[in-house]
């Protein structure tokens, strides 16, 4: 069985849904690329994934080690060169309001999110800057 199921709805837009739960997402392609930029472009996705996936294992290790995340939000920045077009850095910035204060806890915290499956899945040419803000 499929893990998700796509559409091409024309004018540079797709609309993909994730089969076990029906959930959809538009992407369209982005201005500097003959889109409208009216959704995340495909390459938006990528970057979103990084930090989502980061912030998941991330959780995974809280909930195991019963570490509230509570306060703890992200930024993403998307990077792209033009020759060839593609992802040249994903810039993902932490802020943690009110963090744990044991070390040992903070750094497994990190190292969890550091070797999230997309962040060792993505190719070593794109460059991954992570500041932890905690």
């Not at 797709?14 to 500097?32: C, L, W």
């Not at 744990?100 to 993505?122: E, G």
């Amino acid at each position: 069985m499929p893990t998700i199921k796509s559409t091409y709805l024309g004018n540079l837009r797709t609309e993909m849904e994730h089969v076990q739960s029906g959930t959809k997402i538009i992407s369209d392609a982005p201005v500097d690329n003959n889109g409208k930029g009216e959704a995340f472009s495909p390459t938006d996705l990528v970057a979103a994934a990084l930090g989502s996936c980061m912030v998941t294992i991330m959780g995974i290790v809280a909930e195991r080690d019963e570490i509230s995340l509570d306060g703890l939000s992200w930024e993403i920045t998307k990077i792209m060169s033009s020759d060839p077009r593609k992802i040249a850095e994903i810039i993902v910035k932490f802020v943690w309001v009110n963090p744990v204060t044991d070390h040992k806890k903070i750094q497994k915290l990190k190292n969890a999110a550091l070797t999230c499956p997309v962040a060792l899945s993505l190719d070593p040419a794109i460059k991954q800057t992570i500041e932890f803000g905690f």
